[in-house]
């Protein structure tokens, strides 16, 4: 997920290309859920080349987990 690029992202045809772990699954292109289009959406507005970026670059796991484990003891999950 952290290394999908909007090159990658087609809102017109609601598809997204990615994958990494297998070959099967390299490239594979995949429909875009009309639930998260609009994250999606705002996500291919903002700065950087990466779909989840921060500051601009892309988003490394570490901050990632960081996000998350604040997000996880704001909600009291």
């Known amino acids: 997920m952290l290394g999908l690029e909007k090159a990658d992202t087609d809102i017109e045809a609601g598809t997204l290309k990615g994958g990494i772990k297998t070959t099967a699954g390299k490239n594979r292109v995949v ?38 484990d604040k997000i996880m003891g704001q909600t009291g999950m």
Do not use: C, D, V
């Open 31 to 68: 429909p875009i859920h009309s639930q998260i289009l609009p994250f999606i959406t705002k996500r291919m507005a903002g700065p950087g080349e990466y779909l989840f970026s921060y500051e601009g670059r892309k988003l490394a796991q570490t901050k990632y987990y960081n996000f998350w």
